[in-house]
């Protein structure tokens, strides 16, 4: 097939272009294509690592709302699962909550302090640790584990959690029989719970002791 001059032309440079930037231009191409297919990719184990979480989320729920020492079994394997293949989930940190909470009710303390310790040193839930340690000193109150349990409510509180922290000092040193410590610890309480109702369970405290 004949062409004139001037198409010949525009072939020949589309050639020499393309001796000179092809084999770019498809790495450019394909570089894309990896960058999308991995992309999707990511997006997908994503979704599905946040389906199987919830899955084991569901079922430690489901677990916890039934009785029974199997009941048990069920709530451990479920949390150690999350903990171990899903610890940075949401998922991970509120079965966590759930757990403990289940094991406590069970008067398993044993079991709820190593849910609690767990989500007390788990960096990727901060918000949630602050509750865990909290949970987690009232577990070694109940162990009589009174050190352990203060060491928990050391340092300056987390946002929103000062009056909480004190209360829970106060219930520690008066089980220690460190009385005046324990009512400075619940007037800190008072002063940061406020017009809080839980102001009133503190104040309770306060005057039983000081009747004692």
């Given at each position: 097939?004949?062409?004139?001059?001037?198409?010949?032309?525009?072939?020949?440079?589309?050639?020499?272009?393309?001796?000179?930037?092809?084999?770019?231009?498809?790495?450019?191409?394909?570089?894309?294509?990896?960058?999308?297919?991995?992309?999707?990719?990511?997006?997908?184990?994503?979704?599905?690592?946040?389906?199987?979480?919830?899955?084991?989320?569901?079922?430690?729920?489901?677990?916890?709302?039934?009785?029974?020492?199997?009941?048990?079994?069920?709530?451990?394997?479920?949390?150690?699962?999350?903990?171990?293949?899903?610890?940075?989930?949401?998922?991970?940190?509120?079965?966590?909550?759930?757990?403990?909470?289940?094991?406590?009710?069970?008067?398993?303390?044993?079991?709820?302090?190593?849910?609690?310790?767990?989500?007390?040193?788990?960096?990727?839930?901060?918000a949630l640790q602050a509750v865990a340690r909290l949970r987690l000193a009232g577990v070694l109150l109940a162990q009589q584990q009174y050190e352990p349990a203060l060491a928990q409510l050391e340092g300056t509180p987390p946002a929103g959690f000062d009056g909480l922290y004190a209360d829970r000092r106060g219930d520690i040193l008066a089980a220690q029989g460190r009385h005046e410590q324990a009512v400075q610890a619940w007037k800190e309480a008072l002063t940061s719970l406020g017009a809080d109702p839980a102001a009133q369970i503190v104040q309770l405290k306060i005057d039983a002791l000081n009747g004692a």
């Open positions: 097939m004949a062409y004139d001059l001037e198409e010949q032309e525009k072939i020949d440079a589309l050639k020499a272009w393309w001796e000179r930037y092809g084999t770019l231009t498809m790495a450019l191409i394909f570089a894309v294509m990896a960058a999308f297919a991995g992309w999707r990719g990511w997006q997908w184990y994503q979704t599905h690592q946040a389906s199987q979480a919830m899955g084991y989320y569901e079922a430690l729920e489901s677990a916890a709302a039934q009785p029974g020492e199997d009941a048990v079994a069920r709530i451990k394997a479920a949390s150690e699962a999350l903990r171990d293949g899903y610890a940075g989930s949401g998922y991970a940190s509120r079965g966590v909550l759930v757990a403990a909470w289940a094991l406590q009710e069970r008067k398993d303390l044993d079991g709820a302090r190593e849910q609690l310790e767990w989500l007390a040193g788990n960096q990727s839930a901060p």
